[in-house]
């Protein structure tokens, strides 16, 4: 069994509190082999290679660096990603987790000839989603959305219990994901602007795609409003989102985010989903509170997010804790939902391994195929809902939070309900 070599595009947070430490994990259990990450410049990079945590957890292990932590922290290099997969052998795994607006991009070059791990949301178009879905398809490459959501076990539980019809339908539920107000400070000022994105669309999407990977439902109708505010750099952004989604049964979903959980609470942020379901002469209900997992950290120092001493410590998504090996190990969905897709990428590959030409083809095309229709690991075949209520979402908000429809047929497609 061949290791894959990796590249990850993007230094930032996702990737230093997620994917990195993920990826490590996997080389170690042998899933990854050499590892580089490719950043604007050099400071993210540097960031990475002394941050402390990780190196205690992955003793001896290191990523190669584009641009050289050397450089001087002023020089950018935007295309220097373009050279960092064109030099990586044929059919490894390009990670990407740079801002939103960029995936698009990257993805298309890494399909040159290169499996992919993208964070959410994919692309920010419907019609980039389909693209990317023809072209990776056509070269029997594999392209793995990490909506970590997914794996996260309740998630799964309620999938099943769905399945079996043990709520009813769904009918009406409420979301919110509100992350710590000290983002505002950090990276996402340069990029989290009004015409780019927004909190919604930045997190609210995890709820939604929950919402459609427990009951299959697909969204029909998206109307979002924002709250503007002003990052310390005068860059306005939207601070708060509020949006309701109804789905082709008519079921409504409200969802709230915003970018303002205070530093000082127990958090780290606020999170949760309840949805009530219709059954015969009762009703049926799923209750996830998502912050509060029931365990409580009181630290001597201001340790936890945003320099608290008082913490909601999640176990669940994404921890470093001692395993029977050196150093630490990453457990939790977030580390389950990176590893799924890594390995995914590795068995296609391994299973493919000394066919000829067109019988690894085939064999890629099958096993792509399949994981699209398990709709475990989200794909664009089966995740493209996401890049229509993104695509609609965006539409309403910059319109004053006006109702945005989805279409199905004959080709799906978005359009404000006022131009109807
Ligand atoms: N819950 C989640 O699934 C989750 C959480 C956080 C972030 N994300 C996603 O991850 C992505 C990145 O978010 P983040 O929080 O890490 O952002 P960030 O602002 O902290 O980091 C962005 C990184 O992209 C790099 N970058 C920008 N332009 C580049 C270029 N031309 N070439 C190479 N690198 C470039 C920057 O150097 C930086 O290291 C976003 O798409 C975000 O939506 C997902």
Not at 35 to 52: E, G
Not at 73 to 80: D, F, I, Q, S
Not at 393 to 418: C, F, H, M, Q
Request: a negative charge; charged letters at 25%.
């Amino acid at each position: 069994m061949s290791a894959l070599d990796v590249v990850i595009v993007g230094g930032g947070m996702i990737t230093c509190d997620l994917l990195l430490p993920s990826v490590y994990h996997l080389q170690r259990t042998g899933y990854v082999g050499k590892i580089k990450i490719c950043a604007l410049d050099s400071p993210p990079l540097k960031t990475l290679k002394n941050n402390k945590e990780i190196s205690e957890a992955f003793p001896g292990q290191d990523f190669e660096a584009f641009p050289p932590v050397s450089e001087p922290v002023t020089n950018k290099y935007p295309e220097l990603y373009k050279e960092v997969i064109a030099g990586m052998k044929p059919r490894q795994l390009v990670i990407v987790a740079m801002p939103d607006q960029f995936h698009y991009t990257v993805v298309m070059e890494a399909l040159a000839n290169q499996h992919v791990l993208c964070v959410k949301p994919l692309v920010l178009k419907y019609e980039q989603s389909v693209e990317i879905e023809k072209l990776a398809y056509e070269k029997g490459l594999f392209v793995g959305i990490e909506y970590h959501k997914r794996f996260d076990r309740r998630s799964l539980i309620a999938k099943r219990s769905y399945e079996l019809q043990q709520f009813g339908e769904f009918v009406m539920g409420e979301a919110k994901l509100i992350e710590p107000y000290l983002y505002r400070s950090s990276n996402f000022q340069n990029w989290f602007t009004c015409d780019k994105t927004d909190p919604f669309v930045y997190i609210g999407c995890h709820y939604v795609d929950l919402v459609y990977f427990i009951t299959g439902l697909k969204p029909v109708e998206v109307s979002v409003s924002g709250i503007k505010g002003r990052f310390p750099n005068g860059n306005e952004g939207y601070m708060w989102a509020n949006g309701r989604i109804r789905f082709e049964n008519n079921a409504l979903l409200s969802v709230i985010d915003g970018l303002g959980y205070p530093d000082e609470a127990a958090g780290s942020n606020d999170q949760s989903l309840l949805l009530f379901f219709e059954g015969d002469k009762k009703t049926g209900m799923v209750k996830h509170e998502d912050h509060y997992r029931g365990v409580e950290h009181s630290y001597l120092e201001g340790i936890g997010c945003g320099g608290s001493h008082f913490n909601y410590v999640s176990p669940d998504f994404y921890k470093l804790v001692p395993w029977e090996g050196e150093g630490y190990k990453p457990v939790g969905y977030g580390f389950e939902s990176v590893s799924a897709s890594v390995t995914m990428a590795y068995m296609i590959e391994n299973e493919a391994k000394g066919l000829s030409v067109a019988d690894s083809l085939k064999k890629r095309q099958e096993m792509i195929k399949n994981t699209d229709k398990k709709g475990i690991i989200a794909t664009p075949a089966n995740s493209f809902i996401n890049e229509l209520v993104v695509e609609a979402a965006r539409l309403s908000i910059l319109n004053d939070g006006e109702i945005v429809t989805i279409e199905y047929n004959p080709t799906p497609g978005v359009k404000l309900r006022s131009k109807k």
